[in-house]
């Protein structure tokens, strides 16, 4: 059994989440239901969902000097993450403002703020690594950043899974160091500058740059592939969606969770498929 400490590097964003009957087209205007704020950003989302598996978290991000910071090291604290890897700059803090409409269907704007300003020096802190199996990533912060966390996991022979959201071109350097990739089928098909539904095939193409390869296809399932074993499928479960909102970020906390628990790649997918189904249906 892998130890249950994590380092999370990624994204802290204060959220505007807003509920309306349907997410406005270009030059229209609708009535929303309601609006709340939210403890939000890719790191955070991912960090929170570890936490409630009783793992535990070093979170390295930053924050402004704005109103908007108190709300997030407040959030973190009540979700018992630690803001001592995180940095304080002079700014704005991120944030996004985020629609959902009445199929759970949502679509967001994110502003990242401080989170572009995370530095390198904290990285190379031997607390922050201490006892930890994993390091998890996204997209949501400068690429050089993620490579140089994932340099020192390595060092340190701690595993490096990516989720690589919002899609963009990765480097092969951080492919190089990558253990674990997690994407859905649009970052799918944008990562390999594709059109291409046969996501199986997609999957083993990403095999050529991270042995391990998850594609989430929402209502469509899961696609998964371990290199030199058969690429293979499980469907969602049929559920009443009340929000997708977060739903990736669930999921990659749910698979990690199970998979220090049991090393089991196969199993971690079905375990996260699972438990996401039940997550979107009760939000």
Known sequence: MSSKNIVVLGSLHYDIFIESDKIPEV??????KKWYPKLGGKGANQAVALVKENINVNFVSAVGNDDFANYLINQLSKNNISDKFLLKNN?????????SNNSGNYS????SGANLEISEKILSDDNLW???S???IQ???KEKINIKAAIEAKKRNIRVFLNAAP???INDELFDLVDILLVNEIESQQLLDTKSTDFKRLAEELSNYVSKII??????GVVYFEKNKKVDHINAYSVDVKSAHGAGDYFAGKFISNFIETNDFEDSIKTANKKTSEFISSQ
């Not at 030059?27 to 929303?32: F, I, S």
């Not at 700014?91 to 629609?99: F, K, L, P």
């Not at 967001?108 to 502003?111: M, Q």
């Open 134 to 136: 994993f390091l998890m």
């Open 139 to 141: 997209n949501e912060i």
């Open 108 to 111: 967001a704007v994110v502003i």
């Open 167 to 169: 899609a963009k071109k």
């Open 91 to 99: 700014g704005t803090s991120g944030m996004s403002v985020a629609i």
């Open 215 to 220: 594609i989430t296809l929402g209502d469509k």
């Open 27 to 32: 030059g229209e205007t609708v009535l929303g």
């Open 130 to 132: 201490k006892n930890c």
